[in-house]
C-alpha cells in the first residue's frame, strides 16, 4: 500500500474512506532529535495497544481523540485530522529538559502542572516557544490555545490518576492535537512509553525506575521489559474498570 507518510515511530497509510487513516507502529526508537536510532523489539505492537487503551480510556472521560480501533497488531485505524504543529508537554516532576533549561532538581514535584508548547519542526531541533511566538507563528490561535492549555491539563488530570491506580508516577508527557473537518481539535498522535516519563513507585533508585523512553536516551537496559510491564499493568487496570 501508498504511504502517505512516514514520520519516526509510524507510518501512515490512506484508506478507502478519505476521513480515515491506518497508523503502523514501528520498532524504530530515535532520541535526540533522530541523533540516536536504534529498534526496541515488539515495541510497535506495545505502543499501539497502549495507545489504543488510554484513547478509550479518555474518550470514556469525554476527551474527543483521532482513535477508531485497533484492526491488528501494531496499528491503529484514525480519524484523518490536520496535526498542528505543536508538541504541548505537561509536567507533573521535573525531568528531562526542564531540569536542563532551568536547574531544578530532578524529581522535584511541582506546585502545580506545567504545559509547555514546543515547535514541532526538526529542522529547528522542536523548540520551546512562548504564546505569543505561537501567535505570531500562526501556529495556532489564541482560541485554539486556550483550548489546547484545559484539554492538556484535563488529559493530566484523568492519566495521573489512572497511572498512579497502576503504581505508576506520569512524571511528564507530550501531546499532539489536529483539527478535524469542523476544525474541533482532537487528541492525536500516541500516549506511550515514547512519548511519557513513567516512574515505577515501587522503585526508590532512580534509574530502575525508569519504565519509559530515557531506558533507550539514557541506555539504561532492559527497554522491551519496561514497556511490557507498563502495557501489563495498563491492560489489567482497564481490566478492573471494565473497559
Ligand atoms: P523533555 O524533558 O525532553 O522536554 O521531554 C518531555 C516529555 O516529552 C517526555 O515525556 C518525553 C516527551 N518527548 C516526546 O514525546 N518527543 C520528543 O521529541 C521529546 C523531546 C520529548
Ligand atoms: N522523538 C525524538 C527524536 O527522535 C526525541 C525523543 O523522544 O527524545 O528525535
Known sequence: ME??????????????????????????ATAF??????????????????????????????????YIDQPGDGQMRVKAVQIVPLEIIVRNVAAGSLCRQTGLE???????PLVEFYYKNDELGDPLLTRDRV??????????????????????TQLKTFF?????????????????????LLLADEISPDTCRLWDQQETDPNARVMDKD?????????????????????????????
Open 215 to 243: 531506558r533507550f536516551r539514557e541506555d539504561l537496559g532492559n527497554v522491551e521489559t519496561a514497556y511490557q510491564q507498563v502495557q501489563t499493568r495498563i491492560l489489567s487496570q482497564l481490566e478492573t474498570l471494565s473497559l
Open 164 to 184: 498512579a491506580d497502576c503504581g505508576i508516577t506520569l512524571v511528564d508527557f507530550k501531546l499532539e492535537f489536529g483539527l478535524d473537518q469542523e476544525q474541533n
Open 3 to 28: 504511504k502517505l507518510y512516514e514520520g519516526k515511530a509510524k507510518i501512515i497509510y490512506p484508506t478507502d474512506d478519505p476521513q480515515i487513516l491506518l497508523a503502523e507502529f514501528k520498532d524504530d
Open 135 to 156: 501567535l505570531i507563528l500562526n501556529l495556532a490561535s489564541l482560541n485554539q490555545l486556550e483550548q489546547l492549555q484545559t484539554k492538556a491539563l484535563g488529559i493530566n
Open 33 to 66: 532529535n533522530a541523533q540516536k536510532r536504534g529498534t526496541i523489539a515488539q515495541k510497535g505492537i506495545m505502543n499501539a495497544r497502549i495507545s489504543a487503551a488510554l484513547f478509550q480510556l479518555l474518550e470514556q472521560q469525554g476527551i474527543a481523540t483521532h
Open 106 to 112: 530532578k524529581g522535584t514535584v511541582l506546585p502545580f
